[in-house]
């Protein structure tokens, strides 16, 4: 599903600028060029990311941030002419979660989008006291895993392995991928570590009639 941008930009070009980048790199976008409508649309829409400026007409962009935190932590990038450290800090103690200041390189927006987004997706899933997949059941209090209703028991590396999957069913990984996403260090071409532990974790998930972790020939695994 693609990830839906609320932009609340009062200036048309630099509005259209963003929305046909955001366009151009599949984003769904909806438009607001006042706070109050911004406000308005935020409300009744699902939004995944507000890309907020600060001057706008009626309700201005802090009064809108400092709305919506009453009741939602989506993240909120700011972006705004205003480029002295004080207006910065204020604003991301008040529950913005970036600040880019005007002009900016439209690359560079697209590259902090998506660090909000992966970092949303992570507070959603550490947020959750129990995930379930297909039989699989993990607590994420007691780390407890269940394949259909037997307990097993992982490793560090083979739990942390598993929550990877789970973020992202039907997703392929390549070796490296899953190597710096679990072990946090670059990956060497030729270390058989990850086909060991993955070779581990799919012998205590097997049962009689699934087998989660799939190989895809060439490139690496994906859960299924």
Do not use: C
């Not at 630099?14 to 909806?30: M, R």
């Not at 970036?98 to 002009?103: G, V």
């Not at 998506?114 to 780390?143: F, P």
């Not at 789970?166 to 990850?194: H, M, Q």
């Amino acid at each position: 599903m693609m990830a839906t941008i609320l932009i609340i930009e009062d200036d048309t070009a630099i509005h259209s600028l963003i929305e046909e980048a955001l366009s151009l790199n599949g984003f769904d976008t909806l438009s607001a060029y006042s706070g109050t409508e911004g406000k308005l649309l935020f409300e009744q829409k699902e939004i995944d990311v507000v890309l907020l400026d600060l001057m706008l007409p009626g309700m201005d962009g802090e009064q809108f941030l400092q709305e919506i935190r009453k009741t939602s932590m989506v993240p909120v990038m700011v972006i705004s002419a205003k480029n002295d450290q004080q207006s910065k800090l204020e604003l991301l103690s008040n529950g913005a979660d970036d600040y880019i200041t005007k002009p900016f390189d439209v690359k560079e927006l697209l590259v902090r989008i998506n660090i909000q987004l992966r970092h949303a997706a992570k507070a959603s899933v550490s947020e959750m006291k129990e995930i379930q997949y297909k039989g699989i059941r993990v607590n994420m209090d007691t780390r407890e895993v269940q394949v259909n209703g037997q307990t097993i028991h992982l490793t560090g590396r083979e739990y942390a392995i598993l929550l990877l999957f789970l973020e992202n069913p039907k997703k392929v990984f390549s070796r490296a991928n899953i190597y710096e996403s679990v072990w946090n260090e670059p990956f060497f071409d030729g270390d058989k570590t990850i086909n060991m532990h993955i070779s581990n974790l799919r012998n205590k998930l097997s049962s009689a009639d699934t087998d989660y972790i799939k190989t895809v020939w060439g490139i690496g695994f994906k859960f299924d």
